[in-house]
C-alpha cells in the first residue's frame, strides 16, 4: 500500500490564482481530512469527508472548498489563493473503530504534505 | 481558537532519560487523546491513543497518562533515543462526533548525547 499520497509536495502561486491540493489513499478509509500548519504551530482543521459525497467544515474552511466523488480521493481546491494561505497543507485518512477494545479507536495516517506558498 | 496547549514548547533530555511531555486541554467533553510525532518535512506520526474511560494506557516505550479531574494529558517516552527526536503534538476529539482533532501547539524533544 502506497498509503496516504499528496502531489504536489511544492508549489507557489500568485495572489488570486487558483489550484487544487491532491489527496489520494489505497486503504479503502472510510474518513479523510485536510489540515493546514502554519510555522510553530499545530494543525488546524479545514475540510473532512466521512465518506463519498459527504463532506463538511473545520475550523478554518474559509477560502477553500472540497469535494469527495471516490473513497480513495479528496481533492482541496483554492478558488483565488490568498497570502494568508502560505502554510503547509497535510490529508489525513483513517478508519473510524468504535467499541473496539485495546484500540486505537481513531487512528488517523498522514500524507507528506504539500508546502505552498503564496506571493 | 484552540482548546488544547502545551505546557513547554521545548524539552531537551540526555539520551538514555526518560522523557515528559505535558498537554492540557479545555474541552471536558472530549472523550479521546491521540499524541502525534512529527519528524522535520513529515507528516504527524500516530504514536498512542486513550479513551477518557481510562487513566492510562502503555505501548512500546510510550506511556499515556490522563488525568481528567485536571484536564492534563501527558506521554511519557521510556529510555529515549535520538530517533525520538521531533515534535509531538496532541490532539483531542469527540469520538461520539466526527473527526474534528484538534491539536495543540506541540512540544520539540531534543535528545543530547
Known amino acids: 500500500n502506497a498509503g496516504v499520497t499528496q502531489t504536489p509536495k511544492f508549489q507557489v502561486l500568485k495572489t488570486g490564482q487558483s489550484m487544487t491540493l491532491q489527496c489520494a489513499q489505497d486503504?479503502?478509509?472510510?474518513?479523510m481530512s485536510w489540515y493546514r500548519q502554519d510555522p510553530g504551530m499545530g494543525l488546524r482543521l479545514i475540510h473532512y469527508s466521512v465518506g463519498a459525497g459527504i463532506t463538511d467544515q473545520g475550523e478554518v474552511p474559509n477560502g477553500y472548498n472540497v469535494s469527495r466523488s471516490t473513497t480513495e480521493d479528496f481533492p482541496l481546491r483554492l478558488l483565488s489563493a490568498a497570502p494568508s494561505q502560505t502554510s503547509v497543507y497535510f490529508c489525513?485518512?483513517?478508519?473510524?473503530?468504535?467499541?473496539?477494545?485495546?484500540?486505537?479507536?481513531?487512528?488517523?495516517?498522514f500524507g507528506p504534505g504539500t508546502r505552498l506558498t503564496v506571493l | 481558537g484552540e482548546s488544547v496547549g502545551l505546557h513547554l514548547p521545548t524539552l531537551s533530555v540526555q539520551e538514555g532519560d526518560n522523557s515528559i511531555i505535558n498537554c492540557a486541554y479545555s474541552?471536558?467533553?472530549?472523550?479521546?487523546f491521540i499524541w502525534y510525532k512529527q519528524e522535520s518535512g513529515k507528516g504527524p506520526q500516530f504514536i498512542i491513543d486513550i479513551r477518557s474511560n481510562m487513566d492510562k494506557r502503555q505501548g512500546q516505550r510510550v506511556t499515556v497518562l490522563l488525568n481528567k479531574t485536571v484536564k492534563h494529558l501527558s506521554l511519557q517516552i521510556a529510555a529515549t533515543q535520538p530517533g525520538d527526536s521531533a515534535v509531538y503534538f496532541c490532539?483531542?476529539?469527540?469520538?461520539?462526533?466526527?473527526?474534528?482533532?484538534?491539536f495543540g501547539q506541540g512540544t520539540r524533544l531534543t535528545i543530547n548525547p
Open positions: 490532539a483531542e476529539n469527540m469520538i461520539q462526533g466526527a473527526q474534528k482533532l484538534v
Open positions: 489525513a485518512s483513517s478508519l473510524y473503530h468504535l467499541g473496539l477494545a485495546g484500540g486505537p479507536y481513531n487512528e488517523q495516517f
Open positions: 474541552n471536558s467533553a472530549s472523550d479521546y
Open positions: 486503504m479503502n478509509h472510510e474518513y
